[in-house]
């Protein structure tokens, strides 16, 4: 069980520590079943039952001396330093509601809302000066390797600099693994990698088609050179692209939506002079799986088509509006989540703070709760609030 999971990981640090080791909660290896999901937060190391609300508030540091040691260090600049083939210096870290590699946040429908995919995020005059836009793909090398991101445009964001999270991998995203960049130099003294410094190429990426899928099963994506996936509620998310052209989308699409079933519920819409495709796959009345190709990555919403995910049964209207991507008259797409806490979209904030005339974060909050919980999506209420001024 869980708890009993905690007591041995409690029992282990206080192992033959005696104080020599700052992690010590030994004492809570003792806690019942019920004591453990009563527990609540307390500061180690423990000692007689109490936590630490200050570490080394008493002088004594968790040395052989029990004295702090102090490194004297000569500062340097990074090894490796940007030119003119790697002009831009690559941050990485987490997102906001992300942990690691997602194995566990990542299963997370209301997490994965917010950041579907991984991405870069530059300025946008770095970006204009090497040709990428907002919301489409790009490219990123190193002398290391590459990747493929979604280009997030931010003028919070430094010049010269770009971010691109630390969490996709294999099992999220075709390209997204941002470690294949990251230079291999550490600190001589800590070992600390430099993984804030190193210097990448970014530029578009060029891809002939863009695309979206939502479906009820797992996918194995043959033909599409970028992917990534995202959990919902009752689905999975692939955003996808490709660099080569395909000549029969229908059958493409039916061959990774409908497997080798012969008799299915599908409806399309096909335009090739367009290059645009669409086809929707139902199931005893339910969406079982949806697809929308277009030759670039201006596509509908995907908050609409992922809500009909939790329906029993659709309206006449919602089947009218499903080739579409869009609601009928009566019904609201929220938009791109913003506060996964409480699902606001941002077309929900921007219709909300025009028809209210809202200016602070506070308004918006009473409003619609968004940014009233964990808070870590005030930053960008407050960049919407700025905008709609």
Request: overall charge neutral; some cysteine.
């Amino acid at each position: 069980t869980p708890a009993a999971i905690f007591r041995e990981h409690a029992a282990l640090s206080g192992y033959q520590n005696g104080g020599s080791r700052d992690f010590d909660i030994g004492e809570l290896s003792t806690l019942d079943d019920a004591d453990y999901a009563a527990l609540q937060p307390i500061q180690w190391p423990i000692t007689a039952g109490q936590g630490t609300a200050r570490m080394f508030a008493t002088g004594h540091f968790f040395t052989p001396s029990g004295k702090a040691q102090l490194i004297a260090v000569v500062p340097r600049p990074p090894h490796h330093a940007t030119s003119d083939d790697f002009p831009f210096t690559l941050n990485t870290g987490r997102v906001r509601d992300h942990w690691h590699t997602m194995t566990r946040t990542g299963k997370a429908p209301r997490l994965s809302e917010h950041t579907a995919e991984p991405y870069v995020e530059i300025h946008p005059l770095d970006g204009n000066e090497v040709g990428v836009h907002d919301g489409a793909l790009a490219k990123i090398f190193s002398r290391w390797g590459e990747v493929i991101v979604r280009v997030r445009l931010a003028e919070t964001q430094q010049r010269g600099s770009v971010f691109v999270p630390m969490h996709w991998n294999d099992q999220f995203a075709s390209q997204g693994r941002i470690d294949a960049l990251v230079n291999a130099v550490v600190d001589p003294v800590s070992g600390q990698p430099e993984l804030k410094q190193t210097p990448v190429r970014v530029q578009p990426y060029q891809a002939v088609w863009h695309g979206f899928l939502l479906s009820r099963r797992k996918l194995t994506l043959n033909g599409a050179s970028y992917w990534a996936r995202a959990t919902g509620e009752g689905f999975y998310r692939y955003e996808i692209a490709g660099d080569q052209a395909t000549e029969n989308w229908p059958a493409w699409a039916r061959s990774l939506l409908c497997a080798s079933e012969k008799q299915v519920n599908w409806v399309e819409y096909h335009d090739a002079k367009r290059h645009q495709y669409r086809g929707v796959r139902m199931v005893e009345s339910r969406v079982e799986s949806c697809i929308f190709i277009a030759p670039n990555h201006e596509l509908p919403s995907r908050s609409w088509l992922a809500g009909l995910f939790a329906k029993g049964s659709l309206t006449e209207e919602e089947h009218k509006g499903l080739l579409l991507g869009k609601p009928p008259v009566g019904q609201s797409d929220v938009g791109r989540i913003v506060c996964a806490c409480f699902g606001v979209g941002i077309n929900t904030l921007l219709t909300t703070i025009s028809s209210q005339r809202l200016t602070t974060t506070d308004e918006v909050g009473r409003f619609l709760k968004a940014g009233t919980n964990c808070g870590s999506c005030l930053p960008e209420i407050k960049t919407l609030l700025a905008v709609a001024k």
